[in-house]
């Protein structure tokens, strides 16, 4: 079946990095669109990136542009987030997700998820 599994979270001062990563399996992992999003408390989860197929397409929300960074290594079957100047607004459990249509930044339309890894940002 397939999996996603997300690692690389933990609890950064603002400021800070982290390198998220999301190993997929059981998929044809160039087959399919690869996005990150993010879910904090109380709040519906949102769009934070997504690369197309070959890894030459990206996306980024407008919260996250110039300071976050998505790739893909479709030899590995991972994708990776690497997120600089972390801010406390950050903070979130960050997904990754899987997608075989362009539909575009919405959650809905992807298909599969991991479990989440949360990502805290202190201030």
């Known amino acids: 079946q397939v999996q996603l599994v997300e690692s690389g979270g933990g609890l950064v001062q603002a400021g800070g990095s982290l390198r998220l990563s999301c190993a997929a399996s059981?998929?044809?992992?160039?087959?399919?669109?690869m996005g990150w999003f993010r879910q904090a408390p109380g709040k519906e989860r949102e769009f934070v990136a997504r690369?197309?197929?070959?890894?030459?397409?990206?996306y980024y929300a407008d919260s996250v542009k110039g300071r976050f960074t998505i790739s893909r290594d479709n030899a590995k079957n991972t994708v990776y987030l690497q997120m600089n100047s972390l801010k406390p607004e950050d903070t979130a459990v960050y997904y990754c997700?899987?997608?075989?249509?362009?539909?575009?930044?919405?959650?809905?339309?992807?298909?599969?998820w991991g479990q989440g890894t949360q990502v805290t940002v202190s201030s």
């Open positions: 059981g998929l044809t992992f160039s087959n399919y669109i």
């Open positions: 997700a899987a997608n075989l249509r362009n539909s575009g930044s919405d959650y809905r339309g992807f298909y599969y």
């Open positions: 690369i197309l197929w070959s890894g030459g397409t990206k």
